[in-house]
């Protein structure tokens, strides 16, 4: 029903910025939230930032809190994440996802989302 596409990534080097971008297709009329993952080498996924459709709230993992920001493109139906000063850290694969409903788990948990990108790497060095 729903198809979730990134782009964006690339190299940088630590304290550089890129904006990576989440375009999504299909039944999208009733989401009741998106949310980025991402995975480092040897780690498992982890949260990393979600907006909610009803008011816009948004969630930021500690880890990116103050240097990620979401925005959304409501006319290209694209939710775009804007990483900032960033560390080697940060370094991974990162996965958009989308949530349905009506019922989820906390936003933070994979299972909360029903479809999910191929994923867009972003590599920091130094």
């Known amino acids: 029903q729903v198809q979730l596409e990134e782009s964006g990534g690339g190299s940088v080097q630590a304290g550089g910025s890129l904006r990576i971008s989440c375009t999504t297709s299909?039944?999208?009329?009733?989401?009741?939230?998106m949310a980025w993952f991402r995975q480092a080498p040897g780690k498992e996924r982890e949260g990393v930032a979600v907006?909610?459709?009803?008011?816009?709230?948004?969630v930021y993992a500690d880890s990116v809190k103050g240097r990620f920001t979401l925005s959304r493109d409501d006319a290209v139906n694209t939710l775009h994440l804007f990483l900032n000063n960033l560390k080697p850290e940060d370094t991974g694969m990162y996965y958009c996802?989308?949530?349905?409903?009506?019922?989820?788990?906390?936003?933070?948990?994979?299972?909360?989302?029903?479809?999910w990108g191929q994923g867009t790497r972003v590599t920091v060095s130094s």
């Open positions: 996802a989308a949530h349905v409903g009506p019922y989820g788990d906390w936003w933070y948990v994979e299972s909360t989302y029903e479809y």
């Open positions: 299909g039944d999208t009329y009733n989401l009741h939230s």
């Open positions: 907006r909610y459709a009803t008011g816009g709230k948004e």
